[in-house]
């Protein structure tokens, strides 16, 4: 559809706030994802403010918004660190991927670094990975991939994050029971 059929009504101070609060209703966000959403929007409908005062721009008007919203507890950017982080650990994403993943979502560096998965969480990710992927001795076949088929799968691996040590830990093993055993050991 095209700008022309929507005719688009410019923001007024209370549209802005009913936008933004619909964002936060329908989904978990961070502070810096619902100010790009505002200002995006707002680009493309326009600002109807009746003068230049201080209380009419619209950027103060977004920033205002946001940090009220954060003060009412809709928006918590460190628990959306935490639920990102352990759902992305959870299908088997790595350290970097976490991380890459939290950054992009405008999460603060101590935060990045309080949700930051340790040796045995890596391990565990890494291993679910393996399972879903049937990387090293969980393809199914009684014989072990060979050094192409190894490697593809081990950057595979280090694409989703893992550390490179780890990835050829897992994908060079013999059987699964040792990556298993591997892994409850840390």
């Keep these: 559809m095209s700008d022309k059929r929507r005719n688009r009504v ?10 933004a609060l619909a964002y936060v209703a329908r989904y978990a966000t961070t502070q810096a994802r619902l100010r790009s959403y505002l200002v995006r929007k707002l680009r493309e409908r326009g600002w ?8 009419d721009r619209p950027e103060e008007r977004i920033e205002a918004l946001v940090m009220r919203f954060a003060g009412a507890g809709y928006l918590d950017d460190e628990a959306w660190a935490r639920m990102r982080s352990g759902a992305l650990a959870r299908r ?6 976490i991380g890459q993943a939290l950054r992009e979502a405008g999460i603060a560096e101590d935060l990045r670094t309080d949700n ?10 890494a291993l679910v990975l393996a399972r879903r992927r049937r990387f090293g001795p969980f393809g199914g076949a009684d014989l072990l991939p060979d050094r192409p088929q190894r490697e593809k799968q081990v950057a595979a691996m280090v694409r989703a994050g893992h550390p490179l040590d780890i990835a050829r830990r897992i ?7 040792e990556v298993e055993q591997w892994v409850d050991s840390a």
């Design 10 to 19: 410019p923001f007024t101070p209370a549209a802005l706030e009913q936008t």
């Design 48 to 55: 109807e403010g009746t003068d230049d005062r201080t209380e």
């Design 92 to 97: 088997g994403f790595g350290a970097g991927r």
């Design 116 to 125: 930051r998965l340790d040796e045995p969480a890596q391990r565990q990710a």
């Design 171 to 177: 994908v060079d093993a013999r059987d699964p029971e």
